[in-house]
């Protein structure tokens, strides 16, 4: 199992920045994407970066040239630069990350939600 704790979240101003961080421990060896999402109306996420373990890196069109995905395997930490923030930019980012488990004696690909920290953007 994977356990995942988010920091970082916070009120700022429009045109400041945040980083997010979000910490694994556990099964940290099966680690494969991290990513972090919002979610949206219908209880689905969206997309805002992502990042694989060899290092390629996926952006939503909004957060492309202002936010920045990092991530340090030593630490099993993710990190989300995220410069130039708006007010579209506010909502609840959830760090997710898929590993490799072992569910019934089969390996499975599982996903684990972070608690989600909250980003306010004022205008």
């Known amino acids: 199992q994977v356990q995942l704790v988010e920091s970082g979240g916070g009120l700022v101003q429009a045109g400041g920045s945040l980083r997010l961080s979000c910490a694994a421990s556990g099964s940290t060896n099966t680690i494969l994407d991290m990513g972090w999402y919002r979610r949206v109306p219908g209880n689905q996420r969206e997309l805002v970066a992502s990042?694989?373990?060899?290092?390629?890196?996926r952006y939503a069109d909004g957060g492309k040239g202002r936010f920045t995905i990092s991530r340090d395997n030593a630490e099993n930490t993710v990190y989300l630069q995220m410069n130039s923030l708006k007010p579209e930019d506010t909502g609840v980012y959830y760090c997710i990350v898929d590993y490799l488990g072992i569910v019934d004696g089969r390996d499975r690909y599982l996903e684990v939600w972070g608690q989600g920290t909250r980003v306010t953007v004022s205008s």
């Open positions: 990042i694989n373990s060899a290092g390629f890196t």
